[in-house]
């Protein structure tokens, strides 16, 4: 729990902007701390311990917004003045912006966390890092880099609306980066773990079977396989390709604040409009949803960084866009209330749209009905390189595990297929959705200046007909 | 921030290697920093927040026994900064001994005086930054498009270096940039950016006319046909690319099999028209610095010559692991370039383009993401002005398109270089280095496009 005297701080600016005759304002205490351990090929590069803590001020006046922050405690005034001296300067090129009216209370919320990460030993946390590097070595894998990381965020949040929020959440996660040399030919491939909670779901990762199944696939693709088909086929693409699409082309472009071109100059803006709520964008059989509220989730809290009250968000409900992602910024732009999606990434940075835990809900196929659907085709498992345009619109994915599909069945590997697709065709040729909803932890990055927060991608495996794989 | 700030970082400074001293450290290194940031955001012709960030932050690298720990912190009360370093250096205990440890390097060591890289103004311009946004957008606006969005972002204050080895240095500097980004018309975009060291260098009128005159130039568009073709490469797309080119010199990156320079020292990687530098040297330039994070003197390191690989970048650890000296790119862990410089060629920028007979410009590529570090595979978004040109001139925009080629493929096919190099620093150079660079114009280079 933040201590005391920093709630007192955080109350305390809130007074202090408020006696400044500022239309709004808002405080936030922030700890982030994290232990990361790297190993490079069997080797423990570095251990990292890193503690970012502070207090943040937001205000606005008479429409112009203003943010300061410092990790001084005896700077919290310097930063108030800071804050509202910003707002100012601003008045005269400002938007005259407004938030939506939400109703506040007080609130607190924690991850569930059964053994704390900081209590487990290094020792233990290295043995599970060199089991992993000892059996891709095994495995024949050419070079090994891994890292677990747990940390753990502490945030009491006040606002002049009556808003109090302390939220704890804690989170672990781990990485593999692998790299298989063969002759003049090399594979790389990428293996992520993480979740918000304790050293119990490290336990329940199996990071070694994934590890020691990619290892095999990585061989078997420089070995076995074959140059992919292309032009015009049906393909199947499994949950972890679909959980990153999702993210991509249905969580970004439904972020307000890109629809309201906030994010032109860096991250880009989206093609999806104010009026296209309500239009058709997909096939009846895809919903994609974004839910903060996912217990064990890496994108798990209970309230946003504005103190509201956080729900699973229908992003796009049977085709149809149905709900943008929003703050209380664009709400109030947009008529509606706030859907709780302000995050920030530590105490200095401004709370902004973000998504949580995106994904698409399941269907009734196997993924083999799925793959039986198809007579000659690709099956698409894993992807390495992926891009998409900062409209949203325009994305590719190169398969790293992939393979044909001949009369229904899996058939020989083929090396990176390269899916090259707009948003709306690939929502469109979606015929079929998997019960299979597996999720991928990672770190989503946006805004100037950057801000990485953690969040799950999620898919089920879908069955797509009538698309091209492609390349040069 | 005058010299009784020097004084209050040597001092924790020095308490933090006395306490790791203490703990039976044997190599400390601590990096004290204190500076305001400041930060405008506009979109939509309007600003949208003004950000202020007051730090003072500490960053400290152990060695003992041949491990090494790195600790960042920001609670500096001077009880839980004591208990916090202890816990971390305790923990140190249970990590295996690296294979390869090097002591830091012992000085004292003389360091270069570098000119013009600190701006106090930066320290209270609240209002100097709305004003800089202003001429931005007022220019990019004056060329006729509909809309800008970009940031203006400056920070200034002083670090202060103190390691067993000898070292006790502190330095001042300051950094402003802008960046723009201009609509013509939904897809039609223009990008401008302007960095450096202090206030009146800054141009903001040159970043947003130039972002307003390729948006509207981008309005008159094609569906551009994937294929290969001869492009001439934009500053703010250089910004990624040599951002890359140089990153990829990291001899971190190299042990971890994560780069295509892997197995190429001395070999020829690169057309013979480039020669990349990183210069931390240079007077006024945007990313020099005067000693990397272990205190060595920094140096100008030529990291491809006439085409050849001449250098990886290294620390004292990376130096070790190779045989080979430290170049003063430390990084504790990974090393880095600081400033890095594509030498000029003699051609003025048009006559680039007026000796194209058919090809690309393209003003900036974006959201590169690499299919396999070491063969060098990538693809990238472009963005900004993709400009068709034939028998020299500028036909109109062409959109669709999709950078997808190989790194070392894109060196090697390299066939001209301008002679106006500008520094560069921007949002999507996300390797944040700054560059220096001119136009670079490259034979048969891929393209990709989604067909539905």
Redesign the interface.
């Given at each position: 729990m933040i201590p005391g005297e920093l709630k007192d701080l955080v109350e305390y600016a809130v007074r202090r902007a408020l006696g400044m005759n500022v239309d709004y304002a808002e405080a936030r205490y922030q700890i982030n701390r994290s232990t990361s351990l790297?190993m490079?090929?069997g080797?423990?590069?570095?251990?990292?311990?890193?503690?970012?803590?502070?207090i943040s001020i937001r205000v606005i006046v008479n429409g112009?917004?203003?943010?300061?922050?410092?990790?001084?405690p005896k700077?919290v005034d310097?930063?108030v003045e800071?804050?509202i001296?910003?707002?100012k300067?601003?008045l005269?090129?400002?938007?005259e912006?407004r938030l939506s009216e939400e109703s506040f209370g007080e609130a607190s919320y924690t991850s569930k966390v059964l053994k704390r990460p900081e209590d487990i030993?290094?020792?233990e946390k290295?043995e599970l890092l060199s089991s992993v590097d000892e059996l891709a070595k095994e495995k024949g894998i050419?070079?090994r880099?891994l890292s677990l990381r747990n940390s753990r965020e502490q945030v009491y949040y006040v606002n002049s609306e009556g808003s109090r929020v302390e939220g704890d959440v804690t989170r672990v996660s781990g990485n593999a980066?692998l790299?298989l040399?063969m002759g003049a030919e090399?594979?790389?491939e990428f293996v992520e773990k993480g979740g918000s909670g304790g050293w119990e779901l490290v336990e329940g990762w199996n990071f070694l079977e994934e590890v020691s199944r990619i290892a095999d696939v990585m061989k078997e693709c420089l070995e076995k396989g074959i140059s992919p088909p292309r032009g015009k086929m049906d393909l199947v693409l499994g949950p972890y390709v679909v959980g990153l699409m999702m993210h991509e082309s249905t969580g970004h472009p439904y972020e307000a604040d890109r629809i309201?071109?906030?994010?032109?100059?860096?991250a880009?803006e989206s093609f999806v409009k104010p009026d296209m709520l309500g239009t058709r964008i997909g096939s009846e059989v895809v919903t994609v949803v974004d839910d903060p509220t996912i217990e064990g989730s890496s994108g798990f809290y209970l309230y946003d960084m504005e103190g509201v009250k956080a729900r699973r968000r229908i992003l796009m409900k049977n085709g149809i866009i149905n709900e943008f992602l929003h703050n209380r910024e664009t709400a109030a732009i947009f008529g509606v209330k706030s859907n709780a999606a302000a995050r920030a990434s530590s105490y200095?940075r401004?709370p902004i749209i973000r998504m949580a835990n995106t994904f698409m809900l399941p269907g009734d196929y196997s993924q083999d009905e799925l793959i039986e659907g198809i007579k000659e085709g690709v099956f698409i498992a894993r992807f390495?390189?992926?891009?998409?345009?900062?409209?949203r619109y325009?994305?590719?994915y190169?398969g790293s595990e992939a393979y044909l599909i001949k009369d229904g069945k899996l058939d020989k590997m083929v090396k990176?297929p390269?899916l090259?697709?707009?948003t709306p065709?690939f929502y469109s040729s979606i015929d079929a959705v998997g019960k299979d909803l597996k999720f991928t932890p990672g770190l989503c990055g946006k805004s100037?200046?950057?801000q990485a927060v953690p969040v799950w991608f999620g898919g089920p495996s879908v069955r797509l007909r009538g698309?091209?794989l492609?390349?040069? | 921030m005058g010299s009784e700030s020097f004084e209050k970082g040597f001092s924790i400074s020095q308490k933090i290697v006395d306490i790791a001293l203490r703990k039976g450290a044997v190599d400390v290194a601590v990096i004290y920093n204190e500076e305001v940031g400041r930060h405008l955001r506009f979109s939509q012709n309007r600003a949208d927040i003004a950000n202020t960030w007051l730090y003072k932050r500490v960053a400290v690298c152990i060695g003992k026994d041949k491990r090494v720990l790195v600790v960042e912190t920001e609670d500096l009360q001077p009880e839980s900064l004591k208990r916090f370093i202890e816990e971390s250096v305790d923990a140190m205990k249970y990590l295996p001994p690296r294979p390869v440890y090097a002591p830091l390097p012992e000085g004292p060591f003389e360091y270069s005086v570098i000119p013009s890289i600190y701006d106090e103004r930066l320290l209270t311009a609240e209002d100097e930054l709305v004003d800089v946004a202003k001429i931005a957008i007022d220019s990019a606006l004056s060329e006729g498009v509909k809309r800008v969005a970009g940031v203006v972002k400056s920070r200034a204050g002083y670090s202060c270096l103190v390691t067993t080895g000898g070292v006790n240095v502190c330095s001042r500097d300051s950094q402003i940039y802008l960046e723009i980004r201009a609509f013509a018309d939904e897809e039609a975009t223009g990008h401008g950016t302007t960095c450096s060291r202090s206030l009146s260098d800054l141009d903001p009128e040159r970043a947003g006319t130039e972002a307003g005159r390729d948006a509207v130039l981008a309005k008159n568009f094609t569906k551009g046909e994937p294929g290969r073709y001869d492009v001439i490469f934009g500053r703010s797309a250089l910004g990624n690319l040599i951002g890359i080119f140089g990153h990829m010199a990291s001899a971190l990156f190299i042990l971890m099999q994560m780069s295509p320079y892997v197995g190429k020292l001395n070999q020829k990687i690169a057309s013979e028209k480039v020669t990349l530098i990183d210069d931390p040297l240079m007077p006024a330039g945007y990313g020099s610095r005067a000693y990397d994070d272990e205190g060595l003197p920094t140096r100008r390191n030529v990291i491809i010559e006439n085409g050849f690989l001449k250098t990886y970048l290294h620390n004292r650890l990376t130096a070790k692991a190779f045989n080979a000296k430290s170049t003063a790119n430390a990084g504790w862990i990974i090393p880095k370039p600081w400033y890095l410089i594509l030498k000029p060629g003699d051609a003025k920028d048009d006559e680039l383009i007026e000796e194209m007979r058919d090809g690309l410009i393209v003003k900036n590529a974006t959201y590169l993401r690499f299919q396999n570090y070491r063969t060098g595979d990538f693809s990238a978004v472009i963005r900004d002005g993709v400009f068709r040109v034939k028998n020299g001139e500028v036909i109109g925009e062409v959109r669709g398109l999709r950078l997808s080629d190989n790194l070392l493929n894109v060196l090697s096919n390299v066939y001209q270089i301008s002679r106006e190099a500008i520094p560069i620093f921007h949002w999507w150079m996300e390797w944040e280095v700054p560059v220096v660079t001119p136009l670079m114009a490259v034979h048969n280079v891929g393209f990709t496009s989604a067909t539905i």
């Amino acid at each position: 729990m933040i201590p005391g005297e920093l709630k007192d701080l955080v109350e305390y600016a809130v007074r202090r902007a408020l006696g400044m005759n500022v239309d709004y304002a808002e405080a936030r205490y922030q700890i982030n701390r994290s232990t990361s351990l790297f190993m490079i090929n069997g080797n423990i590069e570095a251990l990292s311990n890193v503690s970012v803590a502070g207090i943040s001020i937001r205000v606005i006046v008479n429409g112009s917004m203003g943010f300061a922050s410092t990790n001084d405690p005896k700077n919290v005034d310097k930063a108030v003045e800071s804050a509202i001296k910003g707002a100012k300067a601003c008045l005269k090129i400002s938007k005259e912006l407004r938030l939506s009216e939400e109703s506040f209370g007080e609130a607190s919320y924690t991850s569930k966390v059964l053994k704390r990460p900081e209590d487990i030993s290094p020792e233990e946390k290295i043995e599970l890092l060199s089991s992993v590097d000892e059996l891709a070595k095994e495995k024949g894998i050419t070079s090994r880099n891994l890292s677990l990381r747990n940390s753990r965020e502490q945030v009491y949040y006040v606002n002049s609306e009556g808003s109090r929020v302390e939220g704890d959440v804690t989170r672990v996660s781990g990485n593999a980066t692998l790299t298989l040399v063969m002759g003049a030919e090399s594979t790389q491939e990428f293996v992520e773990k993480g979740g918000s909670g304790g050293w119990e779901l490290v336990e329940g990762w199996n990071f070694l079977e994934e590890v020691s199944r990619i290892a095999d696939v990585m061989k078997e693709c420089l070995e076995k396989g074959i140059s992919p088909p292309r032009g015009k086929m049906d393909l199947v693409l499994g949950p972890y390709v679909v959980g990153l699409m999702m993210h991509e082309s249905t969580g970004h472009p439904y972020e307000a604040d890109r629809i309201l071109g906030r994010e032109a100059a860096q991250a880009g803006e989206s093609f999806v409009k104010p009026d296209m709520l309500g239009t058709r964008i997909g096939s009846e059989v895809v919903t994609v949803v974004d839910d903060p509220t996912i217990e064990g989730s890496s994108g798990f809290y209970l309230y946003d960084m504005e103190g509201v009250k956080a729900r699973r968000r229908i992003l796009m409900k049977n085709g149809i866009i149905n709900e943008f992602l929003h703050n209380r910024e664009t709400a109030a732009i947009f008529g509606v209330k706030s859907n709780a999606a302000a995050r920030a990434s530590s105490y200095d940075r401004e709370p902004i749209i973000r998504m949580a835990n995106t994904f698409m809900l399941p269907g009734d196929y196997s993924q083999d009905e799925l793959i039986e659907g198809i007579k000659e085709g690709v099956f698409i498992a894993r992807f390495t390189e992926w891009n998409i345009d900062d409209r949203r619109y325009n994305q590719r994915y190169v398969g790293s595990e992939a393979y044909l599909i001949k009369d229904g069945k899996l058939d020989k590997m083929v090396k990176r297929p390269i899916l090259e697709i707009t948003t709306p065709a690939f929502y469109s040729s979606i015929d079929a959705v998997g019960k299979d909803l597996k999720f991928t932890p990672g770190l989503c990055g946006k805004s100037d200046p950057g801000q990485a927060v953690p969040v799950w991608f999620g898919g089920p495996s879908v069955r797509l007909r009538g698309v091209r794989l492609g390349g040069i | 921030m005058g010299s009784e700030s020097f004084e209050k970082g040597f001092s924790i400074s020095q308490k933090i290697v006395d306490i790791a001293l203490r703990k039976g450290a044997v190599d400390v290194a601590v990096i004290y920093n204190e500076e305001v940031g400041r930060h405008l955001r506009f979109s939509q012709n309007r600003a949208d927040i003004a950000n202020t960030w007051l730090y003072k932050r500490v960053a400290v690298c152990i060695g003992k026994d041949k491990r090494v720990l790195v600790v960042e912190t920001e609670d500096l009360q001077p009880e839980s900064l004591k208990r916090f370093i202890e816990e971390s250096v305790d923990a140190m205990k249970y990590l295996p001994p690296r294979p390869v440890y090097a002591p830091l390097p012992e000085g004292p060591f003389e360091y270069s005086v570098i000119p013009s890289i600190y701006d106090e103004r930066l320290l209270t311009a609240e209002d100097e930054l709305v004003d800089v946004a202003k001429i931005a957008i007022d220019s990019a606006l004056s060329e006729g498009v509909k809309r800008v969005a970009g940031v203006v972002k400056s920070r200034a204050g002083y670090s202060c270096l103190v390691t067993t080895g000898g070292v006790n240095v502190c330095s001042r500097d300051s950094q402003i940039y802008l960046e723009i980004r201009a609509f013509a018309d939904e897809e039609a975009t223009g990008h401008g950016t302007t960095c450096s060291r202090s206030l009146s260098d800054l141009d903001p009128e040159r970043a947003g006319t130039e972002a307003g005159r390729d948006a509207v130039l981008a309005k008159n568009f094609t569906k551009g046909e994937p294929g290969r073709y001869d492009v001439i490469f934009g500053r703010s797309a250089l910004g990624n690319l040599i951002g890359i080119f140089g990153h990829m010199a990291s001899a971190l990156f190299i042990l971890m099999q994560m780069s295509p320079y892997v197995g190429k020292l001395n070999q020829k990687i690169a057309s013979e028209k480039v020669t990349l530098i990183d210069d931390p040297l240079m007077p006024a330039g945007y990313g020099s610095r005067a000693y990397d994070d272990e205190g060595l003197p920094t140096r100008r390191n030529v990291i491809i010559e006439n085409g050849f690989l001449k250098t990886y970048l290294h620390n004292r650890l990376t130096a070790k692991a190779f045989n080979a000296k430290s170049t003063a790119n430390a990084g504790w862990i990974i090393p880095k370039p600081w400033y890095l410089i594509l030498k000029p060629g003699d051609a003025k920028d048009d006559e680039l383009i007026e000796e194209m007979r058919d090809g690309l410009i393209v003003k900036n590529a974006t959201y590169l993401r690499f299919q396999n570090y070491r063969t060098g595979d990538f693809s990238a978004v472009i963005r900004d002005g993709v400009f068709r040109v034939k028998n020299g001139e500028v036909i109109g925009e062409v959109r669709g398109l999709r950078l997808s080629d190989n790194l070392l493929n894109v060196l090697s096919n390299v066939y001209q270089i301008s002679r106006e190099a500008i520094p560069i620093f921007h949002w999507w150079m996300e390797w944040e280095v700054p560059v220096v660079t001119p136009l670079m114009a490259v034979h048969n280079v891929g393209f990709t496009s989604a067909t539905i």
